[in-house]
């Protein structure tokens, strides 16, 4: 049963009054890709913030290949091999793209201080594998082009490509993806799609959480759906798709969001 | 520490501008002390009390205890260094401002303990200081940390501690341990900024409580504000600037406070990286993709 790669059991975080995450378990197999979905506010990234130890839970647990990690600070779980992206990007903004993704690789050089300060052999070895392999994600998310470029410089959507491309550094076991087609046009909605397509023949593990749903449908494996920090619904797309709680709360939201004159 | 034999036309130069020459070497590495905190995005307003202590310290092994120069400049970075990791290892592990108003307070603690400590020359502070640094001592010292700030920038540490500047969150989760770098980079300045006061007092024989307080601490940070934190050299060059600018126009030298002030002010507002913006790269010309 412990076979999951990630599970949550009645996690449940509380801001003041408010339970952004309320009584949410569920399990992501390894080598599947994993959608969370529901409406803004409905406490998605906050179930990240959760994984990945920017916050911690009231209470529940979170375990990452059968061990608990939830009173772990964020880096020691990057160490697990827990790996992420931002809803609102946050780049390294005057390092090139290279290095941006060479700082993912932190954890996996071992030179010692030292060596690394005195440049001595090990470092200048292990600098230049890690610049290799830096080449070899750029090219994988399409970005070596822009190796050279100011990370803050790339136009947006190359941003969201070279967040992944700096998570992937990491050699994540578990990838979470918090909103990666946001803002993008339709043609690089079309590129990161075919990426996660890849990713996931590649065998990684992703928890996706995306507003496109025909990219959600098309990527998943399984799917949770999350609306007003409760789990309402999880299964297999199709089974999601026509279920008529899930088909509710985007409703509501959609006449919610025509009553306050939105679109 | 010897001396070299300087040729005469140097030897005039310096006897007129001697204590110029001292401060800017010693304002530099109180320069790089600031910029070693600040390259891991903290801000500490503890500087002039690490310099404080270093410079009480290397006063006191040297008149009390008779200790030599280059062992009462050890004692100058040891003491601070430990000072650092007693308040840098509860404040660190939290995020925001509470390095800055723990160094606060450690600098107004640090004030009253040697204005009403007889062992300490009270309020009129230690007198009679050998004068053992000088040129070589300042400027060796000057350039050993300059190098070696260079060669870390350069490494995968600078690279963490750049990433951490930028966004602590995101370096965080990329597995780069926050609290270990921000309490290695706050020993690290505690111990370049005591070493400044190690020789401040061997330069001036005379030292007092005063001169390590709050003001000398705002005037630490203009330094490396205004230099900037692309480089080591960048926060040197806002020293030198803010070191010559009082000689240079002779009556500003009385509202050096208000000076430092408005440099901090304008930087934080027009130019937040500084005055030099030229950011040292790190993997150089080897960084091309190899064919
Ligand atoms: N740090 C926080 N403090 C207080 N409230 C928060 C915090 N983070 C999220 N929330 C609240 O939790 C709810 C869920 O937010 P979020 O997880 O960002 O939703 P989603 O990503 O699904 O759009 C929202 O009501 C949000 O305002
Ligand atoms: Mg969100």
């Not at chain 2, 040891?78 to 308040?87: D, G, Q, R, T, Y």
Request: aromatic share 6%.
């Amino acid at each position: 049963m412990s076979a999951a790669r990630l599970s949550l059991t009645h996690l449940t975080i509380r801001f003041g009054g408010l339970a952004a995450v309320d009584d949410v378990s569920l399990s992501v197999a390894p080598g599947t890709v994993h959608g969370l979905i529901g409406p803004n506010g409905a406490g998605k990234t906050t179930v990240f913030n959760l994984v990945s130890g920017l916050l911690a839970p009231s209470s529940g647990t979170i375990m990452l290949d059968g061990k608990e990690i939830e009173a772990l600070p964020s880096w020691s779980r990057a160490g697990l091999g827990l790996a992420r992206t931002f809803q609102n990007i946050r780049m390294f903004a005057q390092m090139t793209a290279l290095e941006t993704v060479m700082t993912g690789m932190h954890l996996r050089m071992k030179a010692g201080p030292v060596a690394s300060i005195l440049r001595m052999g090990r470092f200048r070895t292990e600098e230049s594998a890690a610049r290799d392999r830096a080449y070899e994600i750029l090219d994988l998310v399409g970005l070596s082009q822009s190796a050279q470029l100011r990370s803050g410089d790339l136009p947006y959507g190359d941003q969201r490509r070279l967040e992944i491309a700096r998570a992937l550094a990491l050699e994540p076991r578990l990838l979470l993806l918090d909103e990666p087609a946001a803002g993008m046009n339709p043609s690089e909605t079309q590129q990161l799609e075919d990426l996660l397509g890849r990713l996931k023949q590649q065998g990684y593990t992703i928890l996706l959480v995306e507003h496109d749903m025909h990219f959600v449908m098309r990527l998943c494996d399984e799917i949770t759906v999350l609306n007003f920090g409760r789990k309402i619904a999880e299964g297999r797309p199709e089974a999601v798709r026509s279920n008529p709680q899930v088909i509710e709360a985007y409703l509501g939201t959609r006449v919610a969001k025509s009553l306050a004159g939105g679109s | 520490m010897p001396e070299f034999v300087l040729p005469e036309v140097i030897d005039d130069f310096l006897f007129t501008y001697q204590n110029l020459v001292y401060s800017l070497g010693i304002h530099g590495l109180l320069a790089l002390s600031m910029y070693v905190v600040l390259a891991v995005g903290q801000l500490s307003l503890g500087q002039a009390a690490f310099m404080g202590l270093g410079a009480y310290a290397s006063a006191l092994l040297t008149l009390k205890l008779g200790w030599s120069l280059p062992a009462a400049l050890a004692g100058a970075m040891l003491i601070p260094a430990a000072a650092a990791l007693i308040i840098g290892s509860p404040t660190l592990r939290l995020s925001g401002v509470y390095l800055a108003l723990a160094t606060i307070g450690l600098g107004e603690v640090q004030r009253l303990a040697f204005v009403n400590s007889d062992f300490t020359g009270g309020a009129l502070g230690l007198s009679g200081i050998p004068t053992k640094a000088g040129l070589v001592s300042i400027y060796g010292s000057l350039l050993v940390a300059l190098v070696l700030l260079v060669l870390v920038a350069r490494s995968k540490i600078g690279r963490a501690m750049e990433a951490m500047r930028e966004d602590e969150l995101a370096a965080g989760a990329l597995g780069i341990n926050l609290p270990a770098y921000k309490l290695g980079a706050l020993v690290a300045s505690a111990m370049l900024a005591g070493l400044a006061g190690g020789l401040n007092a061997h330069v001036s024989s005379f030292i007092s409580p005063n001169d390590y307080g709050f003001d000398a601490a705002v005037t630490i940070l203009s330094f490396a504000l205004l230099g900037g934190l692309g480089s080591p050299f960048a926060p040197i060059l806002g020293a030198v600037i803010l070191t010559l600018l009082p000689e240079v126009l002779r009556s500003l030298a009385n509202y050096r406070g208000l000076v430092s002030g408005s440099i901090i002010v304008i930087a934080v507002m027009f130019m937040p990286r500084g005055l030099l913006i030229w950011r040292m790269g790190r993997i150089g010309v080897s960084s091309r993709r190899p064919s």
